[in-house]
């Protein structure tokens, strides 16, 4: 039974051709999910690895509420001279963050309003603190001159020298352009703009004289980040917490990762999509097969094998579609993957360079969704080729009559009706998930009335091929005998 499953499949290549691509299809989206949020996480923890690295010690005033463009609790900026004084302090920087916008030559702002932040900071001078490297021009050197991000000086067109408006809290104010830095090995800050004052001018546009939004600290030679942590702890307010360097790039790489994750969802739920209508095209050409074998299983039924033995090789040959087609799935994966970049850069958002992150989990996972979704839905066409009795050798004819089922009616209706109802539930409470069961719902409750749907449809759809004679009448009337595979095939 197995060297005849092999050379059927041997056989009959092209049949399986749409079932094989189905599979690819799913797996592909799958695995390339999983490699782009790899790939993206793993070089952005790098990039924000290495632009913190400097950082031994961090203090900051604690907020429980995530209010973004810094505009969180302030620290008073002369706690830096308490700081700077504590044994085994190098040296300190003030740290000012806010909301400015970069206007354009043409009066519009730089970067899409809707998805891109607009960042405020102040230039550090300290190099081992700053985060941003010029990379054409120099840092401002003085109250009316800015530093901006390389992503935005393309975009705006702005070179040194030039004089650009600025949006903030308070009322537009002109800079001139001194210098274009980039943020570590990227443009921009995950395709933020980013526009970069003196100390004094980003207290006055981002924040309030004599506050800051922390105090960034490096340690002298042989001293621990824990030690110097203490040390600085021991000296500020209590209502103010001091971090270690390693814990504040390990919150910005987890920050990233939540920002992320709901994209990762989305991404998932499209490859889950793909392999669900996936299902539906196996399911169909499996039927179609095991109805196109009755004659040649009944014949192995007659010649001794057992229904079981026909169940297993029909599962076989699933099984072997499903491996090879998620193989091919997972190369594909990584098209989709870099796809996946190249449309984010369009979106305004600036990835690292860095190599592809492939992981094991990831790739077995998606191979085993796709080995499974391909031999579960194979599974029915596998039972009812074991049912298949000697005596249909002999016999022409199989009777369709899911079309008339009463209780595929009412379920379908149901589950139909219900499906609607938490969809339209899901929009008006704006609950995402409602939106999506409902959406799986409607999809499932219209699949189980294709049968009682396809055979009406069938003879409207039909009445104009009628008139092209024999082939438009044989063509409906295959369409209405059959109205389950012509409910699973549309």
Do not use: C
């Not at 092999?6 to 989206?29: C, D, N, Q, S, Y």
């Not at 949020?37 to 005033?61: E, K, M, P, Q």
């Not at 010029?134 to 004089?163: F, K, R």
């Not at 069938?458 to 109205?483: D, Q, W």
């Amino acid at each position: 039974m197995f060297a005849l499953t092999i050379k059927e499949l041997a056989a009959h290549k092209l049949r399986l051709l749409t079932t094989a691509f189905a599979v690819l299809l799913g797996v592909a989206f799958m695995s390339g999910t999983f490699i782009f949020t790899d790939t993206v996480g793993a070089t952005f923890d790098s990039v924000l690895a290495d632009v913190d690295a400097g950082v031994d010690a961090y203090v900051r005033t604690p907020s429980d509420i995530e209010t973004g463009y810094g505009r969180g609790p302030r620290l008073d900026a002369s706690m830096a001279d308490a700081v700077a004084g504590v044994d085994g302090v190098d040296q300190i920087a003030l740290r000012i963050d806010g909301y400015a916008r970069l206007v354009g030559p043409d009066g519009r702002p730089v970067g899409d309003i809707a998805n891109n932040p607009a960042l405020g900071m102040n230039w550090v001078s300290v190099d081992d603190l700053n985060p941003w490297v010029l990379s054409t021009g120099t840092a401002p050197a003085n109250d009316d001159e800015i530093v901006i991000d390389q992503a935005s000086a393309e975009l705006s067109g702005y070179q040194p020298g030039d004089v650009a408006t600025v949006l903030s809290k308070g009322a537009p104010r002109e800079f001139t352009v001194a210098g274009i830095a980039r943020f570590g090995e990227l443009d921009s800050p995950a395709g933020a703009t980013a526009v970069l004052f003196t100390d004094t001018a980003a207290a006055d546009m981002l924040a309030a004289p004599g506050e800051a939004t922390a105090i960034a600290v490096t340690a002298e030679d042989g001293v621990s980040q824990a030690a110097l942590t203490s040390a600085v702890a021991d000296v500020v307010n209590s209502d103010v917490e001091v971090i270690t360097g390693a814990a504040l790039i390990a919150e910005n790489q987890a920050a990233l990762a939540a920002d992320f994750a709901g994209f990762k969802t989305i991404l998932l739920i499209f490859a889950l999509v793909a392999m669900f209508v996936g299902a539906f095209i196996i399911n169909n050409t499996f039927s179609i097969t095991v109805a196109q074998r009755t004659r040649e299983m009944a014949l192995l039924r007659a010649i001794g094998a057992s229904g079981r033995q026909v169940k297993r090789s029909v599962l076989i040959e699933a099984s072997i579609v499903g491996v090879v087609a998620s193989a091919a799935g997972l190369l594909a994966g990584a098209g989709v993957a870099t796809g996946l970049m190249k449309l984010m850069s369009q979106f305004g958002i600036d990835l690292p360079d860095g190599p592809m992150q492939i992981s094991g989990p990831a790739l077995a996972m998606s191979l085993g969704v796709g080995v499974a979704v391909t031999t579960l839905s194979a599974w029915l066409p596998a039972r009812r080729a074991a049912k298949i009795a000697p005596i249909d050798a002999m016999r022409s004819v199989s009777v369709d009559d899911s079309a008339s089922s009463t209780r595929r009616t009412t379920l379908g209706a149901i589950v139909t009706v219900a499906g609607v109802g938490a969809v339209l539930a899901g929009l008006t409470l704006d609950e995402f998930t409602v939106v999506g069961a409902g959406a799986f719902a409607t999809f499932a409750g219209v699949a189980i009335l294709g049968p009682v749907l396809a055979r009406p449809v069938a003879h409207l759809l039909g009445v104009p091929l009628k008139l092209r004679g024999v082939s438009g009448e044989i063509a409906t009337r295959n369409a209405i005998r059959s109205p389950k595979r012509t409910a699973r095939t549309a």
